[in-house]
């Protein structure tokens, strides 16, 4: 295989002067560690002291010239590598608070879905509102409507609610009555409340 842009720079002939030949040494032994974790901007400020040195020889100059021109290369390299790893951070970070009712405070009774029940509609049957898993939609509890609840705001979206629970014998589920209910994320996408159809029970 061809060999890497760090192999190549250290084909380079020795330096001559003491100084230049010590940086060298510690700038080839960090080449084993990832990008990431090298000392860029430490190495880029010793290369630049030692090119103000007087004494250095031509061919010195152009091994610090060189050096400085990859470290620039690699300074680049290693912020777009930590800008990937905080973005993949921050994702994972979301997408574990969205998913995992446990990350959220404990002062909330129940944490999941809001959706508007097919069945509790308001019509034929009082209206109730389904609080499911995002990810199974299985029916969590049931919802009773109150001044706490803004379904317009609240509803297909992942909200955190407080508030006594009965649990009603006829539809085997627990009914909430509201104290408080926070949203705790936007929309989830293609949920569309009014259409989620009721989910058979485990």
Known sequence: PAPSADEVRDLMPLAQADSLRALEADFKASLGLPVIDRPIAQFQQRYQA??????????????????????????????????????????????????????????????????????????????????????SRRTLAYVRPSDEVDAA???????????PATLDPAIKARIIDP???????????????????QPARP
């Open 50 to 135: 030692v090119e103000a040195d007087p004494q250095l020889t031509p061919l010195d100059r152009q091994i610090v010239r060189a050096r400085l021109d990859q470290i620039r290369r690699l300074g680049t390299l290693k912020s777009m590598l930590e800008e990937v790893s905080t973005t993949r951070q921050k994702v994972e970070q979301n997408i574990a608070t969205q998913r995992s009712p446990d990350t959220f405070p404990v002062r909330y009774d129940a944490v999941g879905l809001l959706v508007a029940s097919a069945v509790y509609n308001g019509e034929g049957l009082p209206r109730l509102y389904r609080l499911i898993d995002a990810s």
């Open 179 to 197: 104290v408080k209910v926070d949203v705790l994320n936007q929309p989830i996408e293609g949920v569309q409340s009014s259409q989620i159809t």
């Open 153 to 163: 705001a609240a509803l297909g979206r992942v909200v955190g609610i407080a508030g």
